[in-house]
């Protein structure tokens, strides 16, 4: 319910007349204005919400954030589909951060057990391996990864690269 609605709705409460004044019941206006909807949460990429959360943390003001702070990523993101707008009421109103799309690359040709994509997250590096997890992100190695993960690795040919196989994949899987 928006504001006109529960306006319209308080007008149509039952109410007596008290001396002069209106009366209604307290009991029925705050039920009502339960039923007001907040501004919904926008939802944003994780690594803008990690951009906005370093804004934040270093002091930057909202004018700032909107310049992308030399970020070529949220640069390109600002850019896009009025994203600034986007940023602005996740500043100011609070967030969701949308689940990325996950992805499991391949190497064509390769001996089958070493052509899936791994990054271990403990030593920072990239390599190929069996497909020997169980899919789940875990706190040492994935298989699985965001395209921003992706293109960040220096991986993000993949998507147009007929030497590799790459298949979206459930964050439960």
């Known amino acids: 319910m928006n504001k006109q ?15 002069n ?3 209604v019941d ?10 007001l909807d907040e501004r919904p949460k926008v939802k944003i990429p994780q690594f803008v919400a990690e951009y906005l959360e370093q804004q934040k943390q270093r002091g930057k003001k909202l004018f700032d954030a909107l310049f992308g702070d030399n970020n070529e ?19 100011l109103d ?4 949308e689940q990325e799309k996950l992805y499991k690359v391949k190497m064509v040709g390769l ?13 920072d590096v990239w ?7 169980d899919g789940l992100r875990h706190q040492r190695d994935s298989r699985y990864h965001t395209k921003n993960e ?20 459930d964050h439960g899987s």
Do not use: C, T
């Open 5 to 19: 609605e529960l306006l319209n709705r308080i007008d149509e409460l039952p109410s007596n007349l008290i001396g």
């Open 21 to 23: 004044r209106v009366a």
């Open 26 to 35: 307290k009991s029925s206006v705050v039920e009502l204005v339960k039923l």
């Open 73 to 91: 990523a949220i640069i390109d993101w600002l850019n896009m589909n009025n994203n600034e707008e986007i940023l602005v009421r996740a500043w």
């Open 94 to 97: 609070g967030y969701e951060v």
């Open 111 to 123: 001996y089958k057990d070493e052509q899936v994509l791994h990054h271990s997250f403990e030593e």
């Open 127 to 133: 390599y190929f391996k069996s497909d020997f997890n």
């Open 150 to 169: 992706l293109e960040q690795a220096g991986f993000g040919g993949v998507f147009d690269n007929d030497m590799f196989e790459v298949e979206e994949v």
